[in-house]
């Protein structure tokens, strides 16, 4: 039983990982729900978790609020692909659940320490803000991190803000920085893999017909989020980004990568953000991070089928 935080700005995307996560309570102990600042704003993202949890049933997992903007630079959202609430597609509501008292950074220390002997996985889904913090203020945490697997960053595939970097990344540079030059273990999850689990007709057909509430709104949240991808990209479906990182803890034999080094851009404007990923070796840079490239598309939509239909609600 793998226990993990999810650090989290919902974001339809991330409210299928997190419906993933949620729905995979034999293999995986979710302490808890950290919230960031990023496809809208803070007070939208906590909100937005507090929602998915309630549709999924998991009222039990506590929710803390996080950073409501990267280290040093202004807040840059992305309503353009998740709408103004940033959880477009459809109206869900909250109604017992609350916010916890203490930040999201507070929390994540305290469950290092807590867990040191057992080892927690962070899973960070949006800028790397909180987790950025939280190995500044407490660097022995590195000893109680098992691993940090993480959605962001593009080589092949080019950027998706801009054309050298993808959003999360994009968002808080520095933050992004501090954490790949952490010594932690990292897995990433860029768009050169995500890019490669578009939404499938079948998948969503199978959720609209499943006759379970969260797997019905997990659908219309999906059709809308896919609209701008398929629109841009021209292809069949939009790329399902963050339950990558779930399923890759679930199931990491479906996925392919290689152990590189990976630097982030933080002074150009240009190629701000830029995950600078030496695949070739061609530098004498220390490998810090295994970067994914592959994954098995139709096993992907299987594990995540399997997972959002186990929801009881
Ligand atoms: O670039 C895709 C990433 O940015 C995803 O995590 C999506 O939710 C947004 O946060
Ligand atoms: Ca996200």
Known sequence: ???????????????????????????IHVLGITCVAGNVSLDLTSINALKICELSGAFEVPVFKGSS??????????????????LDGTELSVEKKDFEVISAVDFMIECTEKYRDEKITICALGPLTNVAKV???????????????????????????????????????EAAKIVLQSGVKITMLPLDVTHKTLVQRDFLEKLRKSGKKSAIE?????????????????????PLHDPNVIVFLLNPEIYHGKLVNVEIEVNSELTRGMTVVDWWKVTNREPNVYYINEVKEKEFFEIVLNKVLSLET
Request: hydrophobic letters at 40%.
């Open 1 to 27: 039983m793998r226990k993990i935080i999810i650090d989290t700005d919902p974001g339809q995307d991330d409210a299928l990982a997190l419906m993933t996560a949620f729905g995979a309570k034999k293999e």
């Open 69 to 86: 903007a990267p280290l040093k630079r202004k807040l840059v959202t992305a309503e353009h692909v998740h709408g103004k609430t940033g």
């Open 135 to 173: 190995l500044t203020k407490n660097p022995r945490m590195t000893e109680s991190i098992e691993e940090i697997v993480l959605m962001g960053g593009g080589f092949f595939e080019g950027g998706n803000i801009t054309p050298a970097a993808e959003f999360n990344i994009y968002v808080d540079p």
């Open 218 to 238: 997990a659908a219309k949240l999906l059709d809308f989020f896919e609209r701008y991808d398929v629109e841009k990209y021209g292809s069949q479906g939009g």
